[in-house]
DNA sequence: TGTACATCAGTGAACGCGCGTTCACTGATGTAC
DNA sequence: TGTACATCAGTGAACGCGCGTTCACTGATGTAC
């Protein structure tokens, strides 16, 4: 029985973020199925299989992320914008750690570059492509490592996260990026 | 039958890590048995449950890391000897990304901080405490983060790993930390 | 030197579990004539 | 307006699987006397 408006199809979607916003453990079909108050078999009419389900929730933690990217990155000021948007990345993880965890794990499970991944990098690289034009790849690959770096040391208990010490090294990269935009090669 | 030299303790280890090399999946305990010639049971008269394994197996893994980072860490040149290490951090979970995954991997499965994890991460933090003083612990987490960053989005499929791009994002980071240390606050 | 006994590593059958997926089905809804 | 039929979403029992772990055991080795 369905008992959430609207088709199963998004009712599944919804149902298994919400089962990994808590719990930071994996998800199996049977178990999400039955948190929605469905047969094990339901969600066969709408998934081919699992790795279908589960790449339909990445694709949707996707979008989550790619607006909490656009949302970060409205200061006037650049450099402010672009640190905005990887505390913003880290505030994600931190609240969807076993969907973040989901998003990135390839585990060649779940098959990678859905292009929706894409389009939350593209919020990123054009912030960078802004401050630092002249290298702009290599410097949107130095940000994004470095947060996404932060996110799972932090996740796996690594680290622990204060946003104060994550200023504090996103300001020492981003200081470095606009130095060398200063004295052209 | 267990057909190697010396205690299965040290054997199941060993076999464990030689399946974690191949197959980036991961280990159930009768697998490691089995491949170790031995009953399903054999692993209980040397490690209370699978858990004790596989912390057995991380502990192993970081004494491996510890040794690649020392051992790239010879430069008489501390910016080259950082990047080095850096380097080889990146070689170490590109040759064993099942392993590097179980060292990282929380999951609150298998307890973190068992010491050994710290005595490699101390190789990385010596470095660094001794090219930048002044801001030593932030500088550290900085050069961790960027290259845990480019290896777990590596092993995810997310980026290809060109040593060469991570070299020019490894510089531009050293360069930036070099900064700082020549001009005081 | 011989015997009794404890220790210890490994065996192998069995358990209960949750899983992904199969299969044939049911019953409601929509559509053609 | 009524009837026959197709479509479609969801059911529920059943499958085979590998898993971690239990249990009682076997047989070799070491030690005390």
């Known amino acids: 029985m369905n008992d959430q408006r609207g088709s199963l199809q998004a009712t599944l979607v919804r149902t298994a973020v919400a089962m990994l916003n808590q719990g930071t453990g994996e998800i199996s079909l049977r178990a999400v199925a039955r948190a929605a108050g469905v047969s094990a078999m339901a969600p066969y009419r709408h998934f081919q299989d699992k790795i279908a389900l589960l790449q339909a929730v990445a694709d949707h933690g ?5 607006a909490d990217l656009e949302e970060a990155d409205r200061s006037t000021d650049g450099e402010e ?7 913003a990345y880290l505030a994600f ?5 076993a969907l973040f965890r989901l998003m990135f794990a390839s585990d060649q499970k779940v098959p990678r570059n859905s292009g929706i991944g894409r389009t939350a990098y593209d919020v990123l690289s054009q912030r960078v492509a802004g401050l630092v034009p002249a290298a702009a790849d290599t410097a949107t690959l130095a940000c994004w490592a470095l947060v996404h770096g932060l996110a ?22 981003v200081d470095g990026l606009g130095q060398d935009a200063e004295r052209p090669a």
């Open 62 to 66: 996707f979008t989550m992320l790619r």
């Open 81 to 87: 914008a672009l640190i905005a948007q990887g505390l």
């Open 93 to 97: 993880a931190e609240r969807h750690p």
């Open 152 to 173: 799972t040391l932090a996740l796996d208990g690594q680290i622990r996260s204060e946003s104060a010490q994550a200023r504090a090294v996103l300001r020492k990269l």
